[in-house]
């Protein structure tokens, strides 16, 4: 199982990008997808996942929104109104297994599979 995470840059304050990571397993429709970063120097946290229902940080929401695309075996994550501190490397990550528990959707070791990760950079 590979991800693909593709999207990131260089974009100032207020701007958007559009994050997409491409998951090669079959399974892609039925399991939990998420998204985490990790900035310079801190752990890695919960950006937003998608299983049964979707769920964001707080720092996140209404500005993000996590979405698939079967057909194309693609997640996406919209990012708008972006903010200096929101800097850092995105990963995406995904698991066979469709949560039930809510918290499990975000802790990063509940996910198997992880991608290389892309940059996001939001300049003042």
Known sequence: VQLQASGGGLVQTGGSLRLSCVVSYNTF????MGWFRQAPGKAREFVAADGR??????????RFTISRDGAKNTMYLQMNSLKPEDTARY????DDRSFSVRAHFFQAERYYYWGQGT?????S
């Open 29 to 32: 429709s039925r399991g939990t």
């Open 53 to 62: 229902g979707t769920y964001y940080a707080d720092s996140v929401k209404g």
């Open 91 to 94: 990963y995406c990550a995904a």
């Open 119 to 123: 940059q996001v950079t939001v300049s």
